[in-house]
């Protein structure tokens, strides 16, 4: 009886984590794995997969549109990273000082609604906002001698108008990630400060952001990695366009898989994107590490 | 312990369930042995479901089948096949529109359907043709009818002392005329042409349904060479086309490249701020309008004539899998579908041409005209291999020209290149 106890015992986690276990390798592991084998392959999802070598990645080389597709995708995280990050860190300490205020209640449900709101919706009731026949908007923005009706028309403005859409709709996320890491400070050391006569900048620049360094990181890694991999708010706002000025890397292999039958070239494009994120993976890894041991 | 164990088993559950869901392909054999046909069609109106099963049930008992019908949206249509293919899970007949075609029709996955029309079907019915494509007839026609057309405003053409325009230049004086500034206030407020040119959520390729097809069968040339091993769009009838269109930008919305062409058309068209604007048609078009604009004043023309006539006008059709296990069953369901007692009583519930001879127009009789003496205004896309990637880079070439990037030649030239290579490849393959 007693061995049968331990027996039980001894299978028991096993048994709890197998459903996840299965569910990773069936859906992330496999998928990987399949990923990588069939972008060595000439495959349409229709026929039989061909082995072509190492042809998928050398034309990833020559691909102009594909080249465009990064270009953009590149040019998307440098405008989104920094600016969510800041906004969120900024908009956090500012709802911190006032989290038991109403205003800043609502100013936190406030700014999280887009985070929630489907990206799809979003991406519909912008590009609704900026065409131009909204004389609220319009004459909001002509205040900054912005013409909305123009955004998302011109390949120029186009990728920069869904880059700050981008940063409105996701840096409540950050904030609200940055508020639990600020509620963490005990108030004691800004107690402290203020008693040895510490300003607000001084406060803010010497302990909140020393202390909020970990999340921030954090923000800059996540920030990468879903501006990495930006579509669904894109493709309903231009759908690439106008002439591919918005097309990422997610976008074009998409297309090349459902539209054009290129399903194993889109893999080498998705694993090439992939190989970007884990490499960013490994340097945000070092930076908290470094973090760590210097905390 | 017994905690413990109820937990071990209900993981073990979890588990199996899981495993569960990777099930393999339906049965053959549907309800009491009887024979089953599975079929996909889109949401080809609110209610397609409640709509057909009613009209199915009547096939159903006279063949002692099963039709396992599935409705998907419209979005995911084409990825819903493109995972049932590479999964080998498609249905036995399903519903598939032009640029669909050439990948399945490549892989073998569509039948010819060539051997079960007879001489009777090919009296009967009416767009039989539109279904021939690639050197076999892989469709069978089930909507059309419902090109686009070039809409136009009565009140602001008779207020300019013009007639409905004929030709290019007719259009085009039109155009022109219309665009002014009606309230004094120093801005363009009623434009010539209302479109959008931006494809946002819409696929790429309905800015070339809308605006352009039309140009370019009007000036005479087409999409590809008859070998279909080139592309002809960058001839000088295409440069023409092209070339027209940009001509007209002075007379559309200023912000025409933001706006998406069925924003522009209900926008501007539909609130009466433009002369002219294009959407596909409606057999009951005034009831629409009536809701949406009730204070339009509208009237249409098919086409315009520049060398020929021409104008969009999808021809979706049913189509049947070359995996169908009884393909005699599956043919006559098909026909079933797309002939006159069905479709006359689909046709009252949802509006569309008739497809066949014996099946009586129900739509408004100011839209008849189309599916009458205006029939042969307007086709189907010519199908050929890498349609949607020739044709969406089109379509790109065509937005960078409208935005003042390219001239029309270079335009043309530059999406014709990137056509010519990728049929290359396609052919280099084939050999």
Same mark, same amino acid.
């Given at each position: 009886?007693?061995?049968?106890?331990?027996?039980?015992?001894?299978?028991?986690? /096993?048994?709890?984590?197998?459903?996840?276990?299965?569910?990773?390798?069936?859906?992330?592991?496999?998928?990987?794995?399949?990923?990588?084998?069939?972008?060595?392959?000439?495959?349409?999802?229709?026929?039989?997969?061909?082995?072509?070598?190492?042809?998928? /990645?050398?034309?990833?080389?020559?691909?102009?549109?594909?080249?465009?597709?990064?270009?953009?995708?590149?040019?998307?995280?440098?405008?989104?990273?920094?600016?969510?990050?800041?906004?969120?860190?900024?908009?956090?300490?500012?709802?911190?000082?006032?989290?038991?205020?109403?205003?800043?209640?609502?100013?936190?449900?406030?700014?999280?609604?887009?985070?929630?709101?489907?990206?799809?919706?979003?991406?519909?009731?912008?590009?609704?906002?900026?065409?131009?026949?909204?004389?609220?908007?319009?004459?909001?923005?002509?205040?900054?001698?912005?013409?909305?009706?123009?955004?998302?028309?011109?390949?120029?403005?186009?990728?920069?108008?869904?880059?700050?859409?981008?940063?409105?709709?996701?840096?409540?996320?950050?904030?609200?990630?940055?508020?639990?890491?600020?509620?963490?400070?005990?108030?004691? /050391?800004?107690?402290?400060?203020?008693?040895?006569?510490?300003?607000?900048?001084?406060?803010?620049?010497?302990?909140?952001?020393?202390?909020?360094?970990?999340?921030?990181?954090?923000?800059?890694?996540?920030?990468?990695?879903?501006?990495?991999?930006?579509?669904?708010?894109?493709?309903?706002?231009?759908?690439?366009?106008?002439?591919?000025?918005?097309?990422?890397?997610v976008m074009y292999a998409y297309d090349q898989t459902f539209q054009n039958g290129k399903a194993g070239y889109a893999m080498a494009v998705s694993n090439l994107l992939f190989l970007i994120v884990l490499s960013l993976l490994m340097l945000q890894k070092g930076f908290m590490k470094r973090e760590a041991s210097e905390i | 312990m017994k905690k413990k164990m109820i937990s071990v088993l209900l993981c073990a559950a979890m588990v199996s369930g899981l495993l569960a869901g990777c099930g393999g392909k339906s049965e053959d054999k549907g309800k009491d042995g009887k024979e089953k046909i599975s079929m996909w069609v889109p949401a080809l109106d609110d209610a397609v479901e409640e709509n057909w099963?009613?009209?199915?049930?009547?096939?159903?008992?006279? $063949?002692?089948?099963?039709?396992?019908?599935?409705?998907?949206?419209?979005? $995911?249509?084409?990825?819903?096949?493109?995972?049932?293919?590479?999964?080998?899970?498609?249905?036995?007949?399903?519903?598939?529109?032009?640029?669909?075609?050439?990948?399945?029709?490549?892989?073998?996955?569509?039948?010819?359907?060539?051997?079960?029309?007879?001489?009777?079907?090919?009296?009967?019915?009416?767009?039989?043709?539109?279904?021939?494509?690639?050197?076999?007839?892989?469709?069978?026609?089930?909507?059309?009818?419902?090109?686009?057309?070039?809409?136009? $405003?009565?009140?602001?053409?008779?207020?300019?002392?013009?007639?409905?325009?004929?030709?290019?230049?007719?259009?085009?004086?039109?155009?022109?005329?219309?665009?002014?500034?009606?309230?004094?206030?120093?801005?363009?407020?009623?434009?010539?042409?209302?479109?959008?040119?931006?494809?946002?959520?819409? $696929?790429?390729?309905?800015?070339?349904?809308?605006?352009?097809?039309?140009?370019?069968?009007?000036?005479?040339?087409?999409?590809?060479?008859?070998?279909?091993?080139?592309?002809?769009?960058?001839?000088?009838?295409?440069?023409e086309a092209a070339e027209f269109f940009l001509s007209l930008k002075p007379y559309m919305p200023e912000n025409f490249m933001s706006l998406a062409a069925e924003d522009a058309f209900s926008t501007i068209f539909g609130q009466g701020k433009a002369a002219f604007g294009v959407t596909r048609s409606s057999s009951i078009q005034e009831g629409l309008f009536k809701e949406s604009y009730p204070n339009l004043n509208w009237n249409y023309v098919t086409s315009l004539k520049n060398k020929d006539y021409g104008t969009f006008g999808a021809t979706d059709c049913m189509t049947l899998s070359s995996q169908a296990e009884n393909p005699e069953l599956c043919m006559k369901l098909i026909k079933y579908i797309?002939?006159?007692?069905?479709?006359?009583?689909?046709?009252?519930?949802?509006?569309?041409?008739?497809?066949?001879?014996?099946?009586?127009?129900?739509?408004?009789?100011?839209?008849?005209?189309?599916?009458?003496?205006?029939?042969?205004?307007?086709?189907?896309?010519?199908?050929?291999?890498?349609?949607?990637?020739?044709?969406?880079?089109?379509?790109?070439?065509?937005?960078?020209?409208?935005?003042?990037?390219?001239?029309?030649?270079?335009?043309?030239?530059?999406?014709?290149?990137?056509?010519?290579?990728?049929?290359?490849?396609?052919?280099?393959?084939?050999?």
């Amino acid at each position: 009886m007693k061995k049968q106890r331990k027996f039980w015992r001894s299978i028991a986690p /096993y048994g709890y984590v197998m459903p996840i276990s299965l569910i990773l390798l069936t859906f992330v592991v496999a998928s990987l794995v399949i990923s990588v084998i069939f972008s060595f392959m000439k495959y349409n999802l229709l026929l039989p997969p061909e082995f072509l070598g190492l042809e998928n /990645y050398k034309r990833l080389l020559t691909d102009e549109k594909m080249h465009l597709a990064l270009g953009n995708t590149l040019k998307i995280m440098i405008m989104v990273v920094p600016l969510q990050v800041v906004l969120s860190v900024l908009f956090a300490t500012l709802i911190a000082a006032r989290k038991n205020s109403l205003a800043g209640k609502i100013a936190k449900a406030a700014i999280f609604i887009p985070v929630i709101s489907s990206s799809a919706v979003v991406g519909t009731v912008w590009k609704t906002m900026l065409n131009g026949r909204n004389p609220v908007i319009q004459g909001f923005f002509s205040a900054f001698g912005i013409d909305t009706g123009m955004l998302l028309g011109s390949s120029t403005t186009a990728i920069i108008t869904v880059a700050m859409i981008m940063v409105w709709k996701n840096f409540g996320y950050y904030m609200v990630l940055n508020l639990a890491s600020l509620t963490a400070i005990p108030d004691s /050391y800004y107690e402290a400060a203020k008693v040895d006569g510490g300003g607000v900048m001084q406060r803010f620049i010497h302990i909140t952001l020393p202390l909020l360094k970990p999340a921030i990181i954090m923000d800059v890694f996540l920030s990468v990695v879903m501006s990495l991999q930006s579509f669904d708010l894109i493709y309903t706002m231009t759908g690439g366009g106008p002439s591919n000025s918005t097309l990422t890397m997610v976008m074009y292999a998409y297309d090349q898989t459902f539209q054009n039958g290129k399903a194993g070239y889109a893999m080498a494009v998705s694993n090439l994107l992939f190989l970007i994120v884990l490499s960013l993976l490994m340097l945000q890894k070092g930076f908290m590490k470094r973090e760590a041991s210097e905390i | 312990m017994k905690k413990k164990m109820i937990s071990v088993l209900l993981c073990a559950a979890m588990v199996s369930g899981l495993l569960a869901g990777c099930g393999g392909k339906s049965e053959d054999k549907g309800k009491d042995g009887k024979e089953k046909i599975s079929m996909w069609v889109p949401a080809l109106d609110d209610a397609v479901e409640e709509n057909w099963t009613p009209l199915l049930e009547k096939f159903e008992k006279e $063949n002692n089948c099963e039709i396992d019908m599935e409705v998907l949206p419209w979005e $995911n249509y084409e990825e819903k096949w493109a995972t049932g293919a590479a999964s080998q899970d498609l249905p036995d007949i399903g519903y598939m529109y032009a640029e669909m075609f050439p990948t399945y029709i490549d892989s073998g996955a569509v039948a010819d359907m060539s051997e079960y029309i007879t001489d009777e079907d090919k009296e009967e019915y009416l767009y039989l043709d539109h279904g021939y494509m690639m050197d076999g007839q892989y469709g069978f026609p089930v909507v059309t009818g419902v090109p686009f057309v070039l809409y136009y $405003n009565e009140d602001i053409l008779n207020e300019l002392g013009e007639q409905p325009p004929e030709t290019w230049e007719d259009f085009k004086r039109i155009c022109e005329k219309a665009t002014k500034d009606t309230d004094g206030d120093g801005k363009i407020d009623q434009y010539g042409y209302a479109v959008g040119f931006n494809n946002g959520s819409m $696929n790429m390729l309905y800015l070339l349904n809308a605006y352009f097809y039309s140009l370019l069968w009007q000036s005479g040339t087409d999409i590809y060479n008859d070998d279909l091993k080139s592309v002809k769009f960058n001839d000088e009838a295409g440069v023409e086309a092209a070339e027209f269109f940009l001509s007209l930008k002075p007379y559309m919305p200023e912000n025409f490249m933001s706006l998406a062409a069925e924003d522009a058309f209900s926008t501007i068209f539909g609130q009466g701020k433009a002369a002219f604007g294009v959407t596909r048609s409606s057999s009951i078009q005034e009831g629409l309008f009536k809701e949406s604009y009730p204070n339009l004043n509208w009237n249409y023309v098919t086409s315009l004539k520049n060398k020929d006539y021409g104008t969009f006008g999808a021809t979706d059709c049913m189509t049947l899998s070359s995996q169908a296990e009884n393909p005699e069953l599956c043919m006559k369901l098909i026909k079933y579908i797309t002939g006159s007692e069905f479709m006359t009583e689909y046709h009252k519930i949802a509006s569309g041409a008739p497809l066949t001879k014996s099946e009586p127009y129900q739509g408004d009789e100011k839209m008849e005209r189309i599916v009458t003496e205006d029939r042969d205004k307007y086709r189907p896309l010519q199908v050929g291999p890498c349609g949607s990637d020739i044709l969406t880079n089109l379509a790109s070439e065509l937005q960078a020209m409208m935005e003042g990037k390219k001239d029309a030649k270079t335009a043309m030239d530059d999406a014709a290149e990137y056509g010519d290579a990728a049929l290359e490849e396609y052919w280099a393959d084939k050999e």
